[in-house]
T-cell receptor, first 112, second 113 residues
Framework: GEDVEQSLFLSVREGDSSVINCTYT??????LYWYKQEPGAGLQLLTY?????DMKQDQRLTVLLNKKDKHLSLRIADTQTGDSAIYFC????????????FGSGTRLLVRP | NAGVTQTPKFRVLKTGQSMTLLCAQD?????MYWYRQDPGMGLRLIHY???????AKGEVPDGYNVSRLKKQNFLLGLESAAPSQTSVYFC????????????FGDGTRLSIL
């Protein structure tokens, strides 16, 4: 079945770059997403990438996709304390309707 | 600009009690979803709806029922609450289509004693 895996925890210093990694299993996924969850809140869409792209940049965010290895990463440049949150990777699949399969989330802690 | 609104935000139930969680969206979205979030397990899909009057089972539907009588509302019911249903529940909605992002509510934290 479909599975999305992420490391559970990442700690970085303020001002450094953060790289959050994700692997997925469904090679037919056409869109892959990154969501951010702040404490006590729902998930907020950060960015997405279409499967025929290798890279997408959006201000401080860079998404890299290695479709051969089914590996997705999110790089946050100049990480700020406000970036501390849980980051979820998700793949879009078709199973009677469009659905998202989420990873278990990576908790990012930004140290001052 | 409400988006997706979930009520209540918190609830404590005793084992065996029933309750209904309400989700309302004001974006005229066709699709609506109910997820549960448990530590270390990400979000798991409970039930979803592809339009008014329709519902379908997700990954973990047992112990839950849903209804979508109006397009803007999606109700999640627990008929006889069990401690294993202690979780944070999220509702989401989206337009129909392959790359339509899901918009999430702020969640309902439910504890079953």
């Amino acid at each position: 079945g479909e599975d999305v895996e992420q490391s559970l925890f990442l700690s970085v210093r303020e001002g450094d770059s953060s790289v959050i990694n994700c692997t997925y299993t469904d090679s037919s996924s056409t869109y892959l997403y990154w969501y951010k969850q702040e404490p006590g809140a729902g998930l907020q869409l950060l960015t997405y990438i279409f499967s025929n792209m290798d890279m997408k940049q959006d201000q401080r965010l860079t998404v890299l996709l290695n479709k051969k290895d089914k590996h997705l990463s999110l790089r946050i440049a100049d990480t700020q304390t406000g970036d501390s949150a849980i980051y979820f990777c998700a793949e879009s699949i078709w199973d009677s309707s469009y659905k998202l399969i989420f990873g278990s989330g990576t908790r990012l802690l930004v140290r001052p | 600009n409400a988006g997706v609104t979930q009520t209540p935000k918190f609830r404590v139930l005793k084992t065996g009690q029933s309750m209904t969680l309400l989700c309302a969206q004001d974006m005229n979205h066709e699709y609506m979803y109910w997820y549960r979030q448990d530590p270390g397990m990400g979000l798991r899909l409970i039930h979803y709806s592809v339009g008014e009057g329709t519902t379908a089972k997700g990954e973990v539907p047992d112990g839950y029922n849903v209804s979508r009588l109006k397009k803007q509302n999606f109700l999640l019911g627990l008929e006889s609450a069990a401690p294993s249903q202690t979780s944070v529940y999220f509702c989401a909605s989206s337009d129909f289509g392959e790359n339509q992002p899901q918009h999430f509510g702020d969640g309902t934290r439910l504890s079953i004693l």
